[in-house]
Every structure is written in structure tokens, then in C-alpha cells.
């Protein structure tokens, strides 16, 4: 009896042990789980921090961006106040020789590249193109939705854009 007794206190000690072993593998593997899931979390706030923090750099610097060129916008006097008269100023400077105002009158952009064209054309192809451009200056233009954007079609495309100072300036010829 005192065999079986002892039988029966070593099987209830394996079964009590093997109840531990159970019960510390599935606490082991839930604490497990919710290191994962902690870890997962903490490492997806940080991606999302890091990925706020080089939106709010890049918007910083779309908005430095816009600013100058606001800036440089206000400080540009060369247009007219309409489409029209800087088109005609923009005729008249070319018509002297004076490529380097008659470039002044494209957006700030477009500068450059106009001063560059002009020079490197030859006087034929540029008288050419101001008797097209004199015949714009007859044709009716549209503008856009907004008004800050005006298109005259024919004989030649002739686009303007109007700036923050109520100049307007040409986009392209």
C-alpha cells in the first residue's frame, strides 16, 4: 500500500511538474507573442515618426521654395498690364536689338533660355517671327478659369501667366 501511495505521490508530482512545464511553454510563448507585437508596433510608430519628419522637411521646403519665388516674382517690374502690352513691349525691345529686355518679359524660368534663342538667331527668322507676333497682337486670346493664365492661338501660340504684382509675363512664344 505504502508502494502504491508513493506511486501515486510520484505520478501526481509528474503530473503537477508537466502542468508547470505546460503552463511556463505557454506563458513563455504568449510573452513571446506579445514581445513580437510590441517590438512590430513600436518598430511601425517609429517608421511613421521617421516618415513624418522628412514630409515635414520636404514641405518645409516646398513652402521656402514658393516663398522666394514669390519674392522674386513681386520684385520683377518688366511686363505690361495686360497680355497684350507686354507682348508689345516684348516686340518693341526685339525690334531694337535689346534681347537682353526683350528676355525680361518671359517668366523668370524662361529667361535665360529666351536670351540665348534670340542671340542665336538669325535676323531673318527674327523678323519672321515679330510680324507673326504683330499678328497675334490682332487676334483675341481666352483666359483661364482663374484669370491668372491667358492664350492667344493664332497664328501662333502665345502663353502668359499673370504674376503677384498685376504684371503680366510671357510663359512661352
Known sequence: ME???NQINNL?????RFRKFILAF???IIGAFVLFIMVAWGWQKYRYWQD???AQKAEEG???????DYERAMADTYGGKTPQETLQMYIDAVEKGDYELASKYFIGSKQEKELKS???SERKNIENMINQLKQVLKSVGSF???KKEFAIRK???VDFKLYPNNIWKIIEI
Open 26 to 28: 505557454f506563458v513563455v
Open 155 to 157: 497664328p501662333i501660340l
Open 144 to 146: 483661364s478659369w482663374d
Open 62 to 68: 516646398i513652402r521656402k521654395w514658393q516663398q522666394e
Open 52 to 54: 513624418e519628419k522628412i
Open 3 to 5: 508502494i502504491q501511495n
Open 12 to 16: 501526481n508530482k509528474q503530473k503537477s
Open 118 to 120: 534670340l542671340k542665336n
